[in-house]
């Protein structure tokens, strides 16, 4: 199983970054997938999560009306489109798969992240 993230690295206030996350290894269209991030002292916070056909979105309230979360399941992958960064939107995001869970932050398999700064 891999999920490998991509598209992170340094972007001014108001920007915009697109991540992907290219799975593989196991039934990607049965997982719900997810985007969490982490901030150095902070907790692990979920991001969005998307449902398995991608009908259905979750947000963090931090997030939401920024950020947009889809996927292509013939491609295997999700994709997070970030907008109107900002510096507290500065962290590790990392790519998970869940087979049961939607809202809680649970997972089975866990990519190893790409780091977003917003600074100027």
């Known amino acids: 199983v891999q999920l490998v993230e991509s598209g992170g690295g340094l972007v001014q206030p108001g920007g915009s970054l697109r991540l992907s996350c290219a799975a593989s290894?196991?039934?990607?269209?049965?997982?719900?997938m997810k985007w969490f991030r982490q901030a150095p002292g902070k907790e692990r916070e979920l991001v969005a999560t998307?449902?398995?056909?991608?009908?259905?979105?979750y947000y963090a309230d931090s997030v939401k009306g920024r950020f947009t979360i889809s996927r292509d399941n013939a491609k295997n992958t999700v994709y997070l489109q970030m907008n109107s960064l900002k510096p507290e939107d500065t962290a590790v995001y990392y790519c998970?798969?869940?087979?049961?869970?939607?809202?809680?932050?649970?997972?089975?398999?866990w990519g190893q992240g790409t780091q977003v700064t917003v600074s100027s």
């Open positions: 290894g196991f039934a990607f269209g049965s997982y719900h």
């Open positions: 998970a798969a869940a087979y049961r869970s939607f809202l809680a932050g649970e997972y089975d398999f």
């Open positions: 998307i449902g398995r056909s991608g009908s259905n979105a």
